[in-house]
């Protein structure tokens, strides 16, 4: 073989040598999902028992909304930010309530949030009077793949023969604490909530305990809701 022949594959090889040196890190990213930039949609239609009164003072009627909390949450239960919140329960505003408000309404979210404090107010806003839409602000860190979104619902007040005014305080039946499967990625993706259990009567936990034994109209304050998960424009 004369010299010229020989050169050939010395040549290849430092053009190989030299374009991973200028690249280290492309083997590294392959096949590494990018993060996803997209935000979600939040809907709820009211349902039968969404809307009641109360009596005060002997004669005042007061209007009694549910309080709603809604946020995202890795597989494995890490919480990852709010996507909406009632502004009675994110600024604690009840009425005769304690300076700490009232955790048990919306044990659940009370809880898990504190884990990681953020501009809650960019995401409350009032009761809505009926059916409602809420778009978060845009998630543009988040990982292709599965992720939970939690709602948890509660309306004050909200007594039957288990919850009574004599065992259940304010409350009467616990927050119903509903769950949506959501996939994150490319494309735009819907999930539907379900109920899976009711969040603690006296606020103190994060627990959401399995089952809706003894839950009745509790259950009729939204009649359905889903999360969209959709791209950024």
Same mark, same amino acid.
């Not at 309080?67 to 995202?72: K, L």
């Not at 979210?109 to 953020?118: G, I």
């Given at each position: 073989m004369n010299s010229r022949h020989r050169s050939i594959p010395v040549l290849a090889t430092a $053009? *190989? $040598?030299?374009?991973? #040196?200028?690249?280290?890190?492309?083997?590294?990213?392959? @096949? =590494?999902? /990018? =993060?996803? @930039? &997209?935000?979600?949609?939040? =809907?709820?239609? #009211? &349902? #039968?028992?969404y809307f009641a009164t109360t009596t005060i003072l002997l004669f005042i009627k007061v209007p009694l909304y549910p309080?709603? #909390? *809604? +946020? $995202?949450e890795t597989e494995d239960g890490y919480y990852i930010d709010t996507i909406y919140v009632t502004s009675k329960a994110a600024k604690r505003n009840f009425l005769f309530a304690r300076a700490i408000g009232r955790p048990e309404a919306l044990p659940v +979210?009370?809880? %898990?949030?504190?884990?990681?404090?953020?501009n809650i107010d960019a995401v409350t806003s009032a009761t809505s009077a009926s059916s409602s839409e809420h778009k978060s602000q845009s998630f543009d860190q988040l990982m292709p793949g599965r992720y939970f979104a939690m709602l948890? %619902?509660?309306?004050s007040y909200d007594y039957n023969d288990q919850y009574t005014k004599a065992n259940s305080g304010v409350n009467g039946q616990p927050s119903i604490i509903y769950r949506a499967e959501i996939e994150v990625g490319n494309t735009a993706s819907t999930g539907e909530f379900v109920p899976i259990g009711v969040g603690s009567t006296n606020g103190?936990? /994060?627990h959401i305990i399995p089952g809706l034994r003894g839950i009745t109209t509790a259950l009729r304050l939204i009649d359905k809701a889903e999360i969209?998960? %959709? $791209?950024?424009?």
């Open positions: $053009i *190989c $040598i030299a374009f991973l #040196a200028l690249s280290p890190n492309l083997f590294a990213q392959a @096949g =590494k999902p /990018s =993060k996803s @930039g &997209g935000l979600f949609i939040l =809907k709820i239609a #009211a &349902g #039968a028992d309080q709603i #909390a *809604c +946020w $995202i +979210w009370y809880h %898990v949030q504190r884990s990681k404090p953020s948890e %619902v509660n309306r103190s936990d /994060s969209k998960y %959709v $791209i950024s424009q």
